[in-house]
């Protein structure tokens, strides 16, 4: 049972399995929020959000509507989005900062490190801001998160023929962004 993937069904109730896949998807948690967030005391509190938030929700994975990286990036965009919400809602920054445990020297050099990285990555979200919502969830989760098509499109609980119309149409209103340059809005990043 060791060597045994942990399904996100089974990290709610089994401490162990809970251990196993938090340790296979940590970093694509990581640099989805990283990609998103330049705090790294933020981006450490995000990331234990979302597996707080996986355990709670473990119940609602489905294997036959997407793999289980898909649906954990739907786990992300819905702390993510819960963050900023509540951020919108706070008025003063020592309200916003209150609570957050102290990151000692090394955890905040790995996450600058992992910030510093997803730099391309924020640049080409700042250039999507103007995108529609529906073409610029699509474009991210494909051009910046790497997720097929088809993982976007369950994601975000759409057809993939609708996430492939709203994709083209991303790429197409970027294709002459100077910020993006067309390789990326054709490719997305690599």
Known sequence: MR???????????DPEAFERFYRRHVDVVTRFVARRLDDPHLVADLVADVFVAVIDSAHTYRADRGTEVAWLHGVARNTLAAYRRREARQQRLEHRIAGRRLLDTDDVS??????DAERPARRLLAAMA???PGERAVLELVAID???VGEA???L???QNTARVRL???RRSLRGDPDTGPTVAVEGLR
């Open 157 to 159: 609980g759409i057809r």
């Open 168 to 170: 083209h149409r991303a």
């Open 130 to 132: 103007g995108l529609p």
């Open 110 to 115: 790995r996450l600058e490190d992992r910030i």
């Open 146 to 148: 790497e997720l097929t």
């Open 153 to 155: 499109a369950a994601v």
């Open 3 to 13: 060597g045994r993937h942990a399904s996100p069904a089974e990290v709610a109730t």
